[in-house]
């Protein structure tokens, strides 16, 4: 069976969506790989909520653990009380550079590579989600990246940030 996902705002605890958004309103697939790609607007959507805005967010799997302490994970605990609908959709150029303030990395989304077919992964859905390989159009790869930065303060910038190391995120699929 195939894993869906929410892109998630989370609260200051991490137990909680503060807000999320749903890849369907953006004509995306649910599952990670459907809508992990550069120029999706369903990311695009997304990135705008962080854009110069750091907060604590997650891709959260419906096949993830539950919340520490709590009979359900993030994915079942996003509600229509805290469904987003972002108007704007950020561009390569606002949102050249995902930052991560917790760890004081960036990724250069300029520098991520292209499959043989031309596609490049979108970093931000890979880099935050919280259960990769629990379901069919997970990523299929292998790499440390994949989670790396769930549940972190990320924020994307079109300005590269200073005194944070740059973090190479070079997956294909």
Same mark, same amino acid.
């Given at each position: 069976m195939g894993q869906y996902f929410n892109a998630i705002v989370l609260n200051d605890n991490k137990k909680q969506p503060k807000a999320w958004v749903?890849?369907?309103?953006?004509?995306?697939?649910?599952?990670?790989m459907e809508h992990s790609w550069m120029k999706n607007t369903f990311v695009g959507a997304f990135e705008s909520l962080i854009f110069r805005n750091p907060e604590n967010i997650v891709w959260g799997g *419906?096949?993830?653990?539950?919340v520490k302490g709590c009979k359900t994970n993030l994915y079942d605990r996003c509600k229509e009380s805290t469904e987003v609908i972002p108007t704007k959709i950020t561009t390569l150029k606002e949102s050249r550079y995902i930052i991560n303030h917790d760890k004081k990395e960036f990724v250069d989304k300029t520098k991520v590579p292209t499959d043989a077919d031309?596609?490049?992964?979108?970093?931000?859905?890979?880099?935050?989600?919280?259960?990769?390989?629990r379901?069919?159009? *997970?990523?299929?790869?292998?790499?440390e990246l994949v989670g790396k930065w769930a549940y972190d303060k990320i924020s994307v910038d079109s300005k590269k940030p200073k005194d944070y190391t740059e973090l190479i995120f070079d997956l294909v699929e």
């Open positions: 749903y890849s369907h309103k953006f004509g995306s697939g649910l599952k990670l *419906d096949y993830a653990d539950n031309g596609w490049r992964i979108h970093p931000l859905p890979l880099l935050t989600c919280n259960s990769n390989g379901g069919g159009g *997970d990523f299929r790869g292998e790499s």
